[in-house]
């Protein structure tokens, strides 16, 4: 895609908009207050925006549209209509009780509820996550999209491609952040926030008008709808499979089971404990902002889904061959390797994957790659249906066989062969459609959402490893100017180690991007929440129960994983979750605490409620019921 001189010139303004404003707002910081939580001072639209912008990325537009290009369709967004509910949850359950503590990160909480030990823990957690996980994913959907779009061009001789757009990205965010912390990333995000929405409510126009001028050359499944159809009416008949919020309980990714408590799971943990996104929150002037913000931030929580979710669906509709264009270089490889040892399956040491758009795309290859798997397995003939299930259990066999051998003897799985790249369907809507003039300001939107994100990430991160574990245990009697260098210091760490994971991702054996985030956060969030939740219910539950909590989640849910790899991993979620509330309850039943803890709290701030964001916290749970019911 090429770029004219408008383009360029809105690009380089907005972002030197973007980093500028935030690091003027931020020259006069001193403490580590004023630092890591803006200095209490940050106002409810300011939160509002800021939450939405901190959430909303490339993981999104990216991820979100992508999983909604497959089958998944507008079940997507259950992440996001759910998600405005559980705003306003913690908006009058959660803030509160935070805010009342005094506390500059969520692990501190848990040293005054419960102890040391369990604050350390849940600081070590969230940091790994924050660095290997989420900044290492969005800065790979950064790059993902800078490849899509410009793919082998070169920029100052440097050829774009996902590593050194990773890098350039990630450094990019950890300088504007590292200058000007909490402060610089609210004031940025007011800019990057609202021109998230604007661009995409651009994209979903550009694409319903695309997809109603569209021939059936161009959309061969029109021939099924009446020639004369709006653009609305073709959208919904060629889709109507997928505006669905429920799907089957066997469905992979969300199945109707998911909805009724897996899903809540991540949201809550996201929304409530995730020390990205609370420490906007937590730099609020007083709980009454605070409230109003996180409420205006559930009310644009309805919206996303159709400036995101509704973009990927056309995608496909339109640009299902790009997607399988691109999926062609991503398979590349592994085709090869196939090639080469397709004629020795005994000998040949490996096996290979592929997911049920690649049998459908290439059932010629798939047999073949079945047949193959068969005879490595050792099996003369394999029952299933479709071959993706007969791919399975030749898999399985395998990975049975694989526990009787040598480690060194091992058959060694190949990553999976996809039929499509459904990752790359919200740059295409942008190549495609997005005119000269527009593109500029599309593409600095989406690389100011990746370091809007980034910048949270970072922040938070570093306040974490400053304060509850620097502070704690390395420099107890650290001065203020000092636990604002190694909060800096921080950041360029976690950036680079974030930038030399973020290529690695590529691989389709993760499953895409978004699916990789919410996968290995079940390793910690369900435990999170049920160490959070059982605490600030059960008055009298002792320090051991805590720290059994967030220790034993970990090895729960990988347990549920190796032994139940058909199960959707929301579902592994709420299992992992009411596993560990059970082993804390009987924990506490055998030794509860004699006396209740007593909580510090913090004269310096208005607790008072607002009774405006009640009100509209009403209104937004009902819209959000109202949703479901219309596309239930």
Same mark, same amino acid.
């Given at each position: 895609?090429?770029?004219?001189?408008?383009?360029?010139?809105?690009?380089?303004?907005?972002?030197?908009?973007?980093?500028?404003?935030?690091?003027?707002?931020?020259?006069?910081?001193?403490?580590?207050?004023?630092?890591?939580?803006?200095?209490?001072?940050?106002?409810?639209?300011?939160?509002?925006?800021?939450?939405?912008?901190?959430?909303?990325?490339?993981?999104?537009?990216?991820?979100?549209?992508?999983?909604?290009?497959?089958?998944?369709?507008?079940?997507?967004?259950?992440?996001?209509?759910?998600?405005?509910?559980?705003?306003?949850?913690?908006?009058?359950?959660?803030?509160?009780?935070?805010?009342?503590?005094?506390?500059?990160?969520?692990?501190?909480?848990?040293?005054?509820?419960?102890?040391?030990?369990?604050?350390?823990?849940?600081?070590?957690?969230?940091?790994?996550?924050?660095?290997?996980?989420?900044?290492?994913?969005?800065?790979?959907?950064?790059?993902?999209?800078?490849?899509?779009?410009?793919?082998?061009?070169?920029?100052?001789?440097?050829?774009?491609?996902?590593?050194?757009?990773?890098?350039?990205?990630?450094?990019?965010?950890?300088?504007?952040?590292?200058?000007?912390?909490?402060?610089?990333?609210?004031?940025?995000? /007011?800019?990057?926030? %609202?021109?998230?929405?604007?661009?995409? #409510? +651009? @994209?979903?126009?550009? *694409? &319903? $008008?695309?997809?109603?001028?569209?021939?059936?050359?161009?959309?061969?499944?029109?021939?099924?709808?009446?020639?004369?159809?709006?653009?609305?009416?073709?959208?919904?008949?060629?889709?109507?499979?997928?505006?669905?919020?429920?799907?089957?309980?066997?469905?992979?990714?969300?199945?109707?089971?998911?909805?009724?408590?897996?899903?809540?799971?991540?949201?809550?943990?996201?929304?409530?404990?995730?020390?990205?996104?609370?420490?906007?929150? /937590?730099?609020?002037? %007083?709980?009454?902002?605070?409230?109003? #913000? +996180? @409420?205006?931030?559930? *009310? &644009? $929580?309805?919206?996303?889904?159709?400036?995101?979710?509704?973009?990927?669906?056309?995608?496909?509709?339109?640009?299902?061959?790009?997607?399988?264009?691109?999926?062609?270089?991503?398979?590349?490889?592994?085709?090869?390797?196939?090639?080469?040892?397709?004629?020795?399956?005994?000998?040949?040491?490996?096996?290979?994957?592929?997911?049920?758009?690649?049998?459908?795309?290439?059932?010629?290859?798939?047999?073949?790659?079945?047949?193959?798997?068969?005879?490595?397995?050792?099996?003369?003939?394999?029952?299933?249906?479709?071959?993706?299930?007969?791919?399975?259990?030749?898999?399985?066999?395998?990975?049975?066989?694989?526990?009787?051998?040598?480690?060194?003897?091992?058959?060694?799985?190949?990553?999976?062969?996809?039929?499509?790249?459904?990752?790359?369907?919200?740059?295409?809507?942008?190549?495609?459609?997005?005119?000269?003039?527009?593109?500029?300001?599309?593409?600095?939107?989406?690389?100011?959402?990746?370091?809007?994100?980034?910048?949270?990430?970072?922040?938070?991160?570093?306040?974490?490893?400053?304060?509850?574990?620097?502070?704690?245990?390395?420099?107890?009697?650290?001065?203020?100017?000092?636990?604002?260098?190694?909060?800096?210091?921080?950041?360029?760490?976690?950036?680079?180690?974030?930038?030399?994971?973020?290529?690695?991702?590529?691989?389709?054996?993760?499953?895409?991007?978004?699916?990789?985030?919410?996968?290995?956060?079940?390793?910690?969030?369900?435990?999170?929440?049920?160490?959070?939740?059982?605490?600030?219910?059960?008055?009298?539950?002792?320090?051991?129960?805590?720290?059994?909590?967030?220790?034993?989640?970990?090895?729960?849910?990988?347990?549920?994983?190796?032994?139940?790899?058909?199960?959707?991993?929301?579902?592994?979620?709420?299992?992992?979750?009411?596993?560990?509330?059970?082993?804390?309850?009987?924990?506490?039943?055998?030794?509860?605490?004699?006396?209740?803890?007593?909580?510090?709290?913090?004269?310096?701030?208005?607790?008072?409620?607002?009774?405006?964001?009640?009100?509209?916290?009403?209104?937004?749970?009902?819209?959000?019921?109202?949703?479901?019911?219309?596309?239930?």
């Amino acid at each position: 895609m090429e770029l004219g001189l408008l383009d360029i010139t809105v690009f380089v303004v907005f972002i030197a908009s973007v980093i500028g404003i935030g690091v003027f707002k931020s020259m006069k910081e001193k403490t580590s207050e004023d630092y890591f939580l803006a200095g209490r001072g940050l106002s409810w639209w300011l939160i509002g925006f800021s939450l939405i912008a901190a959430n909303i990325s490339t993981e999104q537009f990216i991820g979100m549209s992508g999983s909604a290009a497959k089958w998944l369709g507008l079940a997507i967004a259950s992440y996001e209509w759910m998600a405005a509910i559980t705003l306003v949850v913690v908006a009058f359950c959660f803030l509160p009780k935070f805010l009342k503590s005094g506390i500059y990160t969520i692990p501190e909480y848990l040293e005054y509820r419960y102890n040391e030990t369990a604050r350390s823990l849940m600081a070590v957690f969230m940091i790994v996550i924050y660095v290997f996980v989420t900044f290492a994913a969005v800065v790979y959907s950064g790059a993902l999209t800078a490849k899509t779009l410009f793919g082998g061009q070169e920029i100052f001789g440097v050829a774009i491609t996902i590593k050194s757009a990773s890098w350039a990205i990630g450094l990019l965010a950890a300088i504007y952040v590292g200058f000007g912390g909490l402060k610089a990333c609210a004031w940025a995000d /007011l800019l990057q926030g %609202s021109a998230l929405i604007v661009g995409g #409510g +651009i @994209v979903v126009i550009l *694409a &319903l $008008k695309a997809l109603g001028a569209a021939t059936v050359e161009e959309v061969p499944a029109l021939a099924n709808i009446d020639e004369t159809a709006g653009a609305i009416k073709r959208f919904t008949e060629l889709n109507s499979h997928k505006l669905h919020m429920v799907l089957p309980k066997s469905d992979p990714e969300i199945p109707w089971t998911a909805l009724v408590i897996g899903l809540w799971i991540p949201n809550f943990y996201y929304w409530g404990l995730n020390q990205y996104i609370t420490q906007r929150t /937590l730099g609020a002037k %007083s709980l009454g902002e605070g409230q109003k #913000g +996180i @409420v205006f931030a559930a *009310a &644009l $929580k309805l919206i996303i889904p159709f400036i995101i979710v509704v973009p990927g669906i056309i995608a496909f509709n339109l640009y299902g061959d790009d997607m399988k264009t691109e999926a062609i270089d991503t398979n590349a490889a592994v085709v090869s390797t196939f090639e080469e040892v397709q004629d020795s399956p005994a000998d040949s040491g490996v096996a290979f994957v592929f997911d049920r758009y690649y049998e459908e795309v290439y059932p010629e290859k798939a047999a073949e790659i079945v047949t193959f798997n068969a005879a490595v397995a050792g099996m003369d003939a394999v029952e299933g249906e479709t071959a993706i299930a007969k791919n399975g259990a030749a898999l399985e066999a395998i990975a049975i066989k694989n526990k009787e051998l040598a480690k060194e003897d091992r058959v060694k799985f190949q990553q999976t062969l996809i039929g499509y790249k459904h990752d790359s369907a919200f740059a295409l809507l942008i190549k495609r459609l997005v005119p000269k003039g527009l593109r500029g300001f599309m593409i600095a939107a989406l690389l100011g959402a990746v370091m809007s994100s980034l910048a949270s990430m970072l922040n938070s991160a570093s306040t974490i490893f400053t304060m509850d574990i620097y502070k704690k245990y390395l420099n107890k009697g650290a001065s203020q100017t000092g636990l604002v260098t190694v909060g800096r210091i921080c950041v360029g760490v976690f950036a680079v180690i974030g930038c030399f994971i973020a290529p690695l991702l590529d691989d389709p054996k993760f499953g895409g991007i978004f699916k990789y985030i919410q996968e290995f956060q079940g390793y910690i969030s369900p435990g999170i929440l049920a160490v959070f939740v059982f605490g600030l219910t059960i008055k009298k539950a002792p320090p051991l129960a805590g720290v059994v909590g967030l220790i034993i989640n970990p090895p729960i849910y990988f347990i549920l994983a190796q032994t139940l790899p058909g199960m959707a991993f929301l579902d592994r979620m709420a299992l992992s979750f009411f596993s560990v509330l059970i082993l804390m309850t009987i924990i506490t039943v055998v030794k509860p605490l004699k006396v209740a803890v007593v909580m510090p709290v913090n004269t310096d701030i208005n607790l008072e409620h607002s009774n405006v964001a009640k009100v509209l916290g009403v209104v937004v749970i009902i819209a959000t019921l109202i949703l479901y019911a219309i596309f239930w």
